[in-house]
């Protein structure tokens, strides 16, 4: 014959492993959602201009998603480089212009980002 205060422990002992068990899966379900969420957003490309003078005509990704061909980093033909150490610089920008003005003058950098034959890019 079981007492009550045995009944209670048994079933206190039962909810207890109840929430450990929903505890672990809702960790698991935490981790397995960060997991996919790692794999979705990464980085396709990177330059990084330690050493340069700032002054070159244009420098290639030193980090390159390997599904992607290389691509190097350039200035428009409307703005002039400028010697800053380790940057890729530039000046003559029209300041308060519009993004018409901008393409339209030549003012801006530019790389482009293409696929390997295999492979097909989508932005959304």
Known sequence: MLRVKNMQNVILTNSTNTLKIFFLKSIFCFLLCLGFSLQVFGQIAAWDFAGNAGTEVTVIATTLNS?????????????????????????????GGTLANAIASGDFFQFTIKPNPAFKTQSK
Do not use: C, E, K, P
């Open 67 to 95: 599904n992607l061909n290389s691509t190097s980093i350039s200035r428009g033909l409307g703005i002039t480089s400028t010697a800053v150490g380790n940057t890729y610089a530039a000046n003559g920008f029209n300041v």
